[in-house]
């Protein structure tokens, strides 16, 4: 899949203009699918540089719509967890934003503390009054103490961002105590929207350099030694004057009807799945 004008063809300062947002005209790298496992992926793609300075400081991830609504769908993936296996004890969660999900974890009884690596520095004094002492907050992997260990790890759209797929896997089982879990949220690229929306699917975009299908990501997580790997499909509460402010964006049709859409909440599949793994014991 690729966009016209391809952003390997464009300069990096004319490509921010393209890093946030919904739009008719959307510009992302070239993908391409690996013919071993299926994983849909950029072969060109920002430097790590590039990348600090467009992650560095920017919105939070809310996108516009209502807290108490994306907090539900957050809710929702901590029960998907908890339904699937045993949460306690330490947890890190890898790209935790404003915290939404960090408090369910919180919620959990059996959880001790809870963790958090994110990489946007101005969401950092949120983040801290909410762990308030029981876990750690951190730009990067960097700042962990090393030889820290989790009893689970969890990363709700994290995985498509990453720069080096591998080599993070690869962190997140030497974090994990043996039989930890690692859950992940990922969007569906073999998703029935895609396939109707095309290029115009929104996670095709500057932000991910790769994207996922339940068999991809089966396969990239068995392939670094994780076991047990259950998927699952996903539910996501918008409003529905947000879904249509998104989809007029996106069409390229005049957004000023969206203001006469009533903001009742509505829970919808959008392609999105959730992945369950286990470091062999």
């Known amino acids: 899949m690729k966009s016209s004008p391809r952003a390997e063809d464009l300069t990096f300062d004319e490509l921010k203009e393209y890093w946030r947002g919904f739009r008719s005209k959307n510009i992302f790298f070239t993908y391409a699918r690996c013919a071993q496992c299926g994983l849909v992926y950029c072969p060109k793609y920002f430097s790590g540089e590039q990348l600090n300075d467009l992650y560095s400081s920017m919105e939070d991830n809310t996108a516009g719509e209502k807290l108490h609504v994306l907090n539900d769908t957050q809710r929702s993936y901590v029960e998907i967890l908890a339904g699937k296996t045993e949460v306690s004890g330490d947890w890190l969660e890898l790209g935790g934003d404003i915290g939404l999900l960090t408090k369910h974890l919180f919620d959990l009884p059996g959880v001790k503390n809870v963790s958090v690596i994110e990489p946007n520095i101005d969401v950092h004094p949120d983040l801290l009054k909410l762990i308030d002492g029981r876990g750690t907050t951190a730009a990067n992997w960097s700042s962990l103490p090393p030889t820290e260990r989790f009893n689970g790890i969890v990363g709700v759209h994290v995985l498509d961002h990453l720069l080096d797929l591998s080599d993070e896997l690869d962190r997140i089982k030497n974090c994990l105590n043996n039989g930890g879990s690692a859950f ?64 007029t964006n996106v069409m390229g049709f005049g957004s000023s009807i969206t203001k006469l859409i009533p903001p009742v909440a509505i829970r919808l599949k959008l392609g999105n799945i959730a992945t369950l793994s286990r470091m062999n014991s």
């Open 184 to 247: 992940f949220v990922t969007h569906d690229e073999s998703s029935l929207l895609r396939k109707f929306l095309k290029s115009k699917w929104p996670p095709f975009c500057l932000q991910h350099p790769q994207l996922f299908s339940p068999k991809s990501v089966a396969r990239v997580l068995q392939h670094k030694g994780f076991s047990s790997v259950i998927v699952t499909k996903t539910y996501n509460k918008f409003t529905l004057r947000h879904i249509a402010e998104v989809a």
